[in-house]
């Protein structure tokens, strides 16, 4: 297991106040699926069920739906249903997809999970050959852009020209959007403790106490930025 997962887990059951823009890019994501109804919907770092409960919202449905996620803990918080399977398994893993019993949806659902992808190539093949439909949210390397910068660190994850490049060499037709979100806070202290919980800044180089104390004193801002990729990509002409 690695850092990554870790970090969701320990705080599983207090995600759910710490995911303010997480809530809000799932709403998004859902908010631009062009159909009712799907027959099968695979959904990568499903979570605790932000993406499936905006579902329900937008009283779009499905047959089957299969929440894959790394983390039980989080997984054990998503809806349950009669046609919602929950698949703990890494996309990161080689033999990713032969967890799948299911080896064709009509649509991939993932939100807020892809950046975590240690590579792009092969998550995207990956996925490519699983549907011809992916809708994806993905945060990119200007989220905590301030921050990094303050602290003298690049960024962990992928910036949104690379995430386009590898996009577009699996699927035949990709629209993006970038999403630019800015949460303020009263103090510095609680800023950190939301990077902390939110999950957000899993995978990066852990800053020392003394490091974490002197980066608090040196961030100009009041607020936290973040970046994010809308991605919808098809290998299909038409939407049926
Ligand atoms: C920021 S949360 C987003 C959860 C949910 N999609 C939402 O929108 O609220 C990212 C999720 O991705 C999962 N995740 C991270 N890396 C993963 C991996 N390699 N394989 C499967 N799930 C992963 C985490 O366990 C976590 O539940």
């Known amino acids: 297991m690695s850092t990554i997962i870790k970090e969701f887990s320990r705080f599983a059951h207090a995600y759910d106040s710490h995911n303010m823009i997480q809530a809000e890019v799932a709403k998004r994501l859902v908010s631009k699926?062009?159909?009712k109804h799907y027959s099968s919907i695979l959904e990568l770092g499903a979570g605790s069920g932000e993406v499936t409960?905006?579902?329900a919202k937008h009283r779009i449905d499905y047959a089957h739906l299969m929440a894959f996620d790394s983390s039980v803990n989080m997984l054990s918080l998503h809806p349950s249903a009669d046609n919602i399977v929950k698949i703990a398994g890494d996309f990161n893993k080689r033999d990713f997809a032969d967890?799948?019993?299911?080896?064709?949806?009509?649509?991939i659902l993932s939100s807020s999970a892809l950046q975590w992808s240690q590579d792009?190539?092969?998550?995207?093949?990956?996925?490519?050959?699983?549907?011809?439909?992916?809708?994806a949210a993905i945060f990119t390397s200007n989220t905590f852009k301030t921050l990094h910068r303050t602290a003298g660190v690049t960024s962990p994850i992928y910036?949104?020209?690379r995430l386009q490049e590898a996009l577009s060499k699996y699927y035949k037709s990709v629209t993006f959007e970038v999403h630019t979100y800015t949460l303020y806070f009263d103090s510095v202290r609680e800023m950190f403790r939301y990077i902390k919980k939110s999950g957000v800044s899993s995978g990066e180089k852990k800053l020392s106490y003394k490091e974490t104390r002197s980066l608090m004193k040196k961030y100009p801002l009041?607020?936290?930025e973040f970046?994010?990729?809308f991605v919808e990509a098809r290998n299909i002409d038409k939407i049926a």
């Open 33 to 35: 699926l062009p159909k």
């Open 53 to 55: 409960k905006n579902l």
């Open 99 to 107: 967890t799948l019993a299911q080896k064709e949806y009509e649509l």
């Open 120 to 135: 792009l190539d092969f998550t995207l093949e990956q996925l490519s050959k699983l549907s011809k439909q992916l809708h």
């Open 159 to 161: 910036s949104a020209e």
């Open 222 to 224: 009041d607020y936290l």
């Open 227 to 229: 970046e994010v990729l």
